[in-house]
């Protein structure tokens, strides 16, 4: 019998006659709402759907079809920003004062902007802290009851600041060889700490948000980064800390050496944006200030990756939602890129309008010449043309251009701060951006993204893998099992073709795991671990399946495997105290549980597992102790709970996987 298939049920042969089915019924009437919906940028075809090669007699020309083109081995050497200052000392002096010169630092070496700041604020039943002690700098997190006293907390040393400081800063801390944020960030407008954007304390939001390699890739100069793991660095993770001249212009190694006069070791490598194609141009700024809806990373390729020179689609196939409007007119929170090119002054321009029209990438104008600056940059295009504002108004506005044409919009997705307005329009918007992926739409759905399209078609291998995984994660989302079933359809003959690309397969392993299938996940995480055997998700998930079906000794080397390669995440420990108690091994049971109310001291299931654990054992004052503690807690829960309209879950909750945390970008 299957590890994991399920017991039988009145209707399942029904069902499943119904699954067999979805996928023919489908193929008639517009196959996958992602897939066909889209532009299609491929000037040629290989079979009659889009993204659909046409089937070969035989089975191994039918692979190939499908087989992904990896990318070969990236070439040059980083040396720093620190190599280039002997020749451009100027423009390195000038570049380090600006947002992304600034970009991260070490917690005891940044600039100390929040000095001044309270240290202290509350939110949703929480009381935050930051305290300092010298250069050492921790946050606090404490549950505090009806009278304001603490029932639990916790204190993390805080090791990194990210962001320059000219919007805010969030905070991180370094953890086993991974990154985790905390949840106070410290925001400019009103010099205050406030909850980290994306933050939800009602959520169990805590110090447990992992820090992926796209946000770093963004925000840090060079990372040492663990290839073959994902979301891993080596120690020390950074080799420079800020984003830096090689960000831009490659990897300086043999320039440096061209330029020392060791011309042997061949040609001047660096490269200058300004003389690159349009696309290639604007894909060193679009490749951190361009946010899509989703954004897949090509296969064998990092964050990393991207050189300048390259494409955006080069790493990452990169999908937009549609349009940077709500349906009531209002902004949607869409990157500063996707407003510009929605932007007539772009359009005029046939795409020529890109990032270093207006911005010097190597220096920000002073805050009393900033009019003057952006005017004269408005001006190289506008100069036969008069500003028809009356004197007055511009007088009122210091004769501004971005006063009344790149306004500034209150932005949702990062609590306290605005960004311009780069649609750039006559008449100044009224309203403000919304939330992530906010329509106006009922219900808040999203619109279905398009492919963003850089001049360079994807191979359709690419494109249907790309679009597969988008779909499969959105099916997942909205639990919507007639695009699930689609999506893994789209996935299967990729998957199939590509074993080594683990993507596709994960993609495929969720979507029966929300479908109720375990029995078709399973293979497929085992398959992920025999080429990746720390992949966190593929352990975890083969740990809960066993744990669900009562298979105890089994899910314990799978949960062993993940605490070795990820010991920080709360769940995973209530996870393996609730294995080992169901094995017998109760002093092992407490001692994991115990350390997951160190991870997370909010998780009620834990006090009140703890609780029943020592009463059994005749530790009447240990299960006395943990049963206070949990109803104090319950009680701000309940209190916290109904306050709220969300309908989200609260810190208990201890039946599955974390929920997915907001990709949202931190502060700048």
């Given at each position: 019998m299957n590890d994991f298939a399920p017991k039988p049920q009145s209707g399942s042969v029904i069902r499943s006659l119904l699954f067999a089915l979805i996928p023919l019924a489908l193929a008639g009437g517009g196959l996958l709402w992602l897939q066909l919906r889209q532009p299609d940028p491929n000037p040629a075809r290989l079979g009659p759907e889009k993204g659909e090669p046409v089937a070969s007699q035989h089975p191994g020309e039918a692979a190939n079809l499908w087989k992904l083109q990896l990318p070969g081995p990236l070439t040059g050497e980083f040396v720093g920003s620190q190599a280039c200052r002997a020749c451009h000392a100027e423009i390195v002096e000038q570049y380090s004062k600006t947002g992304m010169g600034r970009s991260f630092a070490m917690v005891s070496d940044a600039s100390p902007l929040e000095a001044k700041a309270a240290p202290e604020f509350t939110a949703a039943g929480r009381r935050y802290r930051v305290q300092t002690d010298g250069t050492a700098v921790a946050h606090v997190e404490e549950f505090v009851d009806e009278v304001g006293e603490p029932i639990c907390g916790q204190t993390v040393p805080i090791q990194y600041a990210m962001g320059s400081g000219l919007k805010g800063r969030s905070y991180l801390f370094e953890h086993g060889g991974a990154l985790f944020m905390s949840p106070i960030s410290w925001y400019s407008a009103g010099n205050r700490f406030d909850l980290s954007p994306g933050y939800r304390p009602e959520q169990g939001d805590r110090f447990e948000r992992r820090i992926t390699s796209r946000c770093l890739s963004c925000h840090v100069g060079n990372v040492n980064a663990i290839r073959a793991e994902l979301d891993r660095f080596e120690s020390p993770p950074f080799s420079e800390l800020s984003i830096g001249c090689e960000r831009c212009h490659g990897p300086g190694g043999a320039h440096v050496r061209h330029h020392s006069g060791d011309v042997g070791n061949g040609a001047d490598s660096i490269v200058n944006p300004r003389r690159l194609p349009v696309e290639q141009r604007e894909a060193v700024c679009n490749q951190c200030h361009l946010l899509g809806a989703e954004e897949i990373l090509r296969a064998g390729r990092s964050d990393f990756d991207f050189r300048p020179g390259m494409r955006l689609s080069d790493i990452w196939s990169?999908?937009?939602?549609?349009?940077?409007?709500?349906?009531?007119?209002?902004?949607?929170?869409?990157?500063?890129?996707?407003?510009?090119?929605?932007?007539?002054?772009?359009?005029?321009?046939?795409?020529?309008?890109?990032?270093?029209?207006?911005?010097?990438?190597?220096?920000?104008?002073?805050?009393?010449g900033r009019d003057e600056y952006y005017r004269a940059r408005c001006q190289a295009c506008h100069a036969d043309r008069g500003c028809t504002a009356g004197p007055d108004l511009r007088a009122e506005r210091g004769d501004s251009c971005i006063a009344c044409h790149m306004s500034a919009?209150?932005?949702?997705?990062?609590?306290?701060?605005?960004?311009?307005?780069?649609?750039?329009?006559?008449?100044?918007?009224?309203?403000q951006a919304g939330p992530p992926g906010s329509t106006g739409l009922a219900g808040g759905s999203r619109r279905q993204p398009t492919l963003f399209y850089d001049g360079q078609a994807l191979p359709d291998p690419d494109l249907q893998r790309a679009r597969g995984i988008v779909a499969a994660k959105r099916a997942a989302e909205s639990?919507?099992?007639?695009?699930?079933?689609?999506?893994?359809?789209?996935?299967?003959?990729?998957?199939?073709?590509?074993?080594?690309?683990?993507?596709?397969?994960?993609?495929?392993?969720r979507c029966y795991e929300v479908l109720g299938k375990p029995a078709d996940a399973?293979?497929?995480?085992?398959?992920?671990?025999?080429?990746?055997?720390?992949?966190?998700?593929?352990?975890?998930?083969?740990?809960?399946?066993?744990?669900?079906?009562?298979?105890f000794p089994e899910a314990l080397p799978f949960i062993d495997s993940f605490l070795k390669t990820n010991d920080w995440l709360s769940h995973a420990h209530g996870l393996r105290a609730q294995v080992r108690e169901r094995m017998g091994a109760l002093p092992d049971a407490l001692?994991?549980?115990?350390?997951?109310?160190?991870?997370?001291?909010?998780?009620?299931?834990?006090?009140?597992?703890?609780?029943?654990?020592?009463?059994?054992?005749?530790?009447?004052?240990?299960?006395?102790?943990?049963?206070?503690?949990?109803?104090?807690?319950?009680?701000?829960?309940?209190?916290?709970?109904?306050?709220?309209?969300?309908?989200n879950r609260s810190p208990e909750s201890s039946d599955g996987r974390q929920d997915a945390t907001p990709q949202v970008s931190p502060p700048k």
């Open positions: 990169l999908f937009l939602e549609p349009g940077t409007t709500r349906d009531d007119g209002t902004l949607r929170a869409v990157s500063q890129v996707e407003q510009m090119r929605d932007s007539r002054c772009y359009r005029r321009s046939k795409g020529e309008l890109g990032c270093t029209s207006c911005h010097d990438p190597h220096s920000q104008p002073e805050p009393a919009l209150t932005d949702q997705d990062i609590p306290h701060v605005s960004q311009s307005d780069h649609s750039i329009p006559r008449v100044p918007r009224s309203g639990v919507d099992e007639q695009q699930l079933v689609a999506a893994i359809r789209m996935l299967e003959r990729v998957a199939a073709a590509n074993p080594d690309d683990l993507a596709p397969a994960a993609a495929i392993a399973a293979p497929l995480w085992r398959e992920i671990l025999l080429r990746d055997p720390v992949n966190e998700e593929a352990l975890l998930s083969m740990a809960q399946m066993h744990q669900r079906v009562g298979q001692k994991s549980a115990q350390i997951a109310l160190e991870r997370d001291p909010t998780r009620v299931s834990a006090y009140r597992w703890l609780e029943e654990a020592y009463r059994r054992s005749g530790q009447a004052e240990l299960a006395e102790t943990y049963r206070s503690t949990r109803e104090r807690l319950e009680r701000v829960l309940a209190r916290k709970n109904s306050d709220s309209s969300t309908g």
